[in-house]
């Protein structure tokens, strides 16, 4: 699966890419070679990032339904326990 960024999101990683080069390195990278970085990590890296984001969300997803049985659960035949201890016969 291809990750797809909208232009602004994509604008503003390239120039936050820039501006960690001016920051650590003290280099400054052109607009060209930090979308080409931009690019690489996506496709190299990115992959690995969103499939642990998804292995994430099925562990959440699983442990949430594992719960739900408790969360929704009902008793059943509960109709005559209710009237247990009272008397049962009316004259």
């Given at each position: 699966m291809t990750i797809e960024l909208t232009r602004e999101v994509r604008e503003d990683a390239i120039a936050s890419i820039q501006k960690y080069f001016e920051t650590n390195f003290e280099e400054r990278i052109g607009n060209i070679a930090a979308g080409a970085l931009l690019g690489f990590f996506l496709e190299e890296i990115g992959p690995t990032i969103y499939n642990k984001?998804?292995?994430?969300?099925?562990e959440r997803l699983e442990q949430r339904i594992s719960e739900l049985d408790f969360e929704v659960h009902e008793e059943e035949f509960q109709y005559w326990k209710k009237y247990e201890g009272k008397s049962r016969a009316r004259k």
């Amino acid at each position: 699966m291809t990750i797809e960024l909208t232009r602004e999101v994509r604008e503003d990683a390239i120039a936050s890419i820039q501006k960690y080069f001016e920051t650590n390195f003290e280099e400054r990278i052109g607009n060209i070679a930090a979308g080409a970085l931009l690019g690489f990590f996506l496709e190299e890296i990115g992959p690995t990032i969103y499939n642990k984001a998804v292995t994430d969300v099925q562990e959440r997803l699983e442990q949430r339904i594992s719960e739900l049985d408790f969360e929704v659960h009902e008793e059943e035949f509960q109709y005559w326990k209710k009237y247990e201890g009272k008397s049962r016969a009316r004259k």
